[in-house]
């Protein structure tokens, strides 16, 4: 039988009626070593031999407070699993429990997530860098206090060298030890407000559980754990990871999280035939659950093991009713799913605003289906968010560019209702105060700092990550007054071709004061020009307040409409023959849902609106563009404007100027006058293109002209911009 969609209405009228009991033996969990007596396992894998032991490690990771998306699925899966093998199996999540959570959970600052997963018996986790969200003081008090689990880091210490949490936990089961050991991503520093982890220090995760994993076996650790909140960026990469090329032998599984990608790998260590290392990652928010069958042979201290991810929809074969009838954990989980609930609607079904249409991220494939959260890839919601911070804060605080990071935008705004859920706006095209809440959860402030326009430049590069970060390229998402040309070809620092703030190229000398959530304004995800700037200011008001009265502005004449217009474009390739300029546009549609493919450009003289000199066909968003400079009125720019999704662009100067010796029609002036005449040759100590017109086919003009095709001043312009 296929499971029904979880339904509020279903969960308080459960809750109501449900005993609450626990039959079920829950493994001890914490530093002190216990020991359980469990009766003899059946195990979940293949059939144990004779003098082993079976022992099934349940995972799960980054569920991120999932309480508004089918919890009781979640906790059904995790029960209909355990009772293959209940007094043996070990549940483990590798970080990310809380923080960008739903509005169910967010709005009690995620105690009821915690609440569910004491409920569920978690054994253990690792920390993530969501728990850092509120500082390293909440995670060591409120969260670790409120959790019936341990949280384990066996890489983060405090100003005092102590450890902020136990490195690892160890666990009997049925006579087979097993350690735990945890480490999250070292990059927590960049994704995580600095002011909150000050004296924090994130140690190489690799190294901590090297050591500790160690220290464990000499302990007499018959199996080995290890949970570490970082992955492969890549599924395809996992094995070839630094998380398991540079783990110890001593592991015997090694489990991922962060990237919330899905892999699961076996490896044969010995040559014997039989696995006996797993590498597992199992997605993200509750949608999928790693499993990890160990069969442990005590007298030839022999780990062998299956490992597999599955999808909890397809796990679960009973109704949401039957689930809780059947399973105690899941009727408990019910009765505070129910109770978050009800503190949630009450809260969280104020409309806000209405919109038209999906306004969504950008997206991608994963596992070969389309998905959202590209946050390398431009998104009609991120450029919504970044222009609401910018019109927050214009007037108060002079804000002329605001930005967003992609990983702060963790939900979609979408037209339709679902009926399933019951604070989402009850009528197609509105946005709750909970819709609007689960975009922008972190609760940051707004920020503002002052940049020079060579800074901001630098901002820019730094989409492109550094080495070993998590993703190689984070797309901000930018107010529309912004736009910029970039060539990916080009070396590290040097990609960003040129950027146009208010319809005028950005002034490398000149300050612009730009907006953002006091995340990014601090260095996070890797933007460590930001911290550079000066007069930087806490507004003091919360992202998401603002966020809400933006809607409700933008709405209260009409409602919303989704805009696709790219910030970015990629243009590359440019070379001149004679008066003529051409280059290689590209990635000129969106992801997000809804987005149009572009079908064709319109070169315009003077600006977006201006006069119409040539257009350019559209395929896959992508166009060759040519430019006769030689119709050009003197100074006049050239942008390009793209249909049907209206993104504009300003073509670079540079590239205009690699049109040598060309004479654009002069620029109108006040009164009569006579053109010089042309001369001969330069004068004296003339630097091409610097004054003086030149005479072949395509004459200059002072200032803009130089005197041969394919001269020095050319070449050092196209070496310069594309290489």
């Known amino acids: 039988m296929a499971p029904q969609k979880h339904r509020p209405a279903l969960l308080a009228a459960l809750a109501a009626g449900a005993v609450v009991t626990s039959s079920g033996l829950v493994l001890p969990a914490a530093s002190a070593e216990q020991t359980a007596a469990p009766d003899t396992p059946v195990s979940a894998g293949d059939s144990t031999a004779a003098g082993e032991t079976a022992v099934d490690l349940l995972y799960f990771n980054d569920y991120h407070g999932r309480l508004g998306s089918d919890p009781l699925l979640f906790a059904g899966a995790i029960e209909q699993l355990r009772a293959e093998n209940e007094d043996g199996t070990l549940l483990l999540s590798g970080g990310d429990n809380v923080g960008a959570s739903e509005y169910v959970s967010a709005v009690q600052q995620d105690v009821p997530t915690l609440d569910v997963l004491d409920a569920l018996g978690l054994d253990a986790s690792a920390v993530g860098n969501h728990e850092f969200d509120r500082g390293a003081d909440d995670l060591s008090a409120r969260i670790t206090e409120r959790a019936d689990f341990p949280y384990l880091a066996a890489n983060v210490t405090g100003p005092d060298g102590e450890l902020v949490t136990e490195a690892s936990a160890t666990f009997d089961v049925d006579g087979v030890r097993v350690g735990v050991v945890g480490a999250v991503t070292q990059q927590t520093a960049t994704l995580v407000p600095p002011g909150a982890i000050e004296g924090i220090t994130f140690g190489d995760p690799v190294e901590a559980v090297n050591a500790e994993a160690e220290r464990l076996e000499e302990n007499g650790a018959d199996v080995v754990v290890a949970v570490y909140h970082e992955g492969a960026a890549d599924a395809a990469d996992a094995l070839g990871d630094r998380l398991v090329t540079g783990t110890s032998a001593t592991v015997d599984v090694v489990l991922n999280g962060h990237t919330h990608e899905v892999y699961d790998e076996g490896v044969d260590t010995d040559g014997d035939g039989d696995l006996d290392r797993a590498v597992l990652q199992a997605g993200s928010y509750g949608g999928s659950l790693g499993r990890i069958s160990l069969s442990y042979d005590a007298a030839a201290d022999d780990v062998d093991l ?418």
């Open 306 to 723: 299956t490992t597999a991810v599955l999808a909890v929809d397809e796990v679960v074969t009973a109704t949401e009713e039957e689930l809780v009838a059947r399973y105690p954990r899941v009727a408990e989980v019910a009765g505070i799913v129910a109770a978050a609930e009800e503190v949630a609607v009450e809260r969280g079904r104020t409309p806000v605003g209405e919109i038209t249409g999906d306004i969504t991220t950008a997206y991608g494939l994963r596992d070969g289906k389309p998905a959202r959260d590209d946050r390398g890839a431009e998104s009609s919601l991120g450029n919504l968010v970044a222009e609401s911070i910018r019109d927050s804060l214009d007037e108060s605080n002079g804000v002329q560019i605001g930005l967003i990071n992609p990983g702060g935008l963790r939900a979609d705004l979408l037209w339709a209702d679902d009926p399933a859920q019951v604070i989402d706006g009850e009528r197609d095209g509105v946005v709750t105060e909970s819709e609007a809440n689960q975009v922008m959860p972190f609760a940051n402030n707004l920020s503002t700092v002052t940049l020079t326009g060579e800074q901001f430049e630098r901002v820019l590069e730094q989409q492109w990550q550094p080495a070993g970060a998590s993703r190689p390229y984070l797309q901000l998402g930018l107010s529309e007054n912004v736009s910029y040309t970039f060539d990916a070809a080009r070396p590290a620092g040097d990609r960003i071709t040129s950027i146009t703030v208010d319809g005028q190229p950005v002034d490398p000398a000149a300050e612009y004061v730009l907006g953002s959530v006091s995340f990014l304004v601090e260095g996070g995800d890797n933007f460590t020009v930001l911290t550079e700037g000066t007069d930087v200011t806490d507004t003091g008001r919360i992202d998401r307040d603002a966020w809400m009265e933006y809607l409700a502005d933008r709405s209260a004449d009409a409602p919303i409409a989704p805009e696709f217009d790219r910030r970015s474009v990629s243009l590359a390739g440019a070379a001149a023959e004679a008066c003529t300029v051409g280059f290689e546009v590209s990635q000129l549609d969106m992801t997000s849902l809804g987005a149009p493919s572009t079908m064709s450009l319109s070169v315009r003289e003077g600006g977006p609106e201006g006069t119409e000199i040539g257009t350019a066909a559209v395929a896959d968003g992508a166009a060759t563009v040519s430019v006769d400079t030689s119709d050009l009125t003197g100074g006049a720019p050239v942008w390009l404007v793209a249909e049907p999704t209206g993104t504009q662009v300003r073509v670079p100067e540079q590239v205009l100027d690699l049109a040598d010796g060309c004479a654009p029609t002069p620029a109108p002036t006040d009164g009569p006058g006579e053109e010089p005449a042309p001369s001969e040759e330069p004068a004296p100590g003339h630097k091409p293109g610097q004054g003086h017109p030149g005479k072949h086919p395509g004459q200059g003009e002072p200032g803009k002209g130089v005197w041969e095709h394919g001269s020095e001043r050319a070449r050092s312009v196209l070496g310069r911009l594309f290489g």
